[in-house]
Nanobody
Framework: QVQVVQSGGGLVQAGGSLKLSCVAS????????AGWYRQAPGKQRELVAA???????AYGNSVKGRFTFSRGNAKNTTSLQMNSLRPEDTAAYYC???????????????????WGQGTQVTVSS
């Protein structure tokens, strides 16, 4: 079984920084793309950052230059360093990692997104 667990987040004043982390664990055969989304109350889910198979990172327009996405060498961990936070960054943040699970006996499951439990980031003005 595969699990994705997030950590970090919390309350910070405007201009401050926070770091979110995401770890995939369990029976993993291979890993694919990964990224972070966020959703504020009453708003649509928004891409924050995502990495593709070539290692290219795309950022949402509203976070460019302030947030930095990184991925560990083992590819099962990601982090999101958030600097110069603004009140409009307040949202629930969700990470995902694409995983092909190992079912044993040489059987691999399809590559699909596994999501973290979500973590709240609140930026006060």
């Amino acid at each position: 079984q595969v699990q994705v667990v997030q950590s970090g987040g919390g309350l910070v004043q405007a201009g401050g920084s926070l770091k979110l982390s995401c770890v995939a664990s369990g029976r993993i055969s291979s890993l694919g793309n990964a990224g972070w989304y966020r959703q504020a109350p009453g708003k649509q889910r928004e891409l924050v950052a995502a990495i593709d198979g070539n290692g290219d990172v795309a950022y949402g327009n509203s976070v460019k230059g302030r947030f930095t996405f990184s991925r560990g060498n083992a590819k099962n961990t990601t982090s999101l360093q958030m600097n110069s936070l603004r009140p409009e960054d307040t949202a629930a943040y969700y990470c995902y990692i694409q995983v092909s699970p190992d079912h044993g006996f040489g059987v691999r499951g399809p590559l699909r997104d596994y999501w973290g439990q979500g973590t709240q980031v609140t930026v006060s003005s």
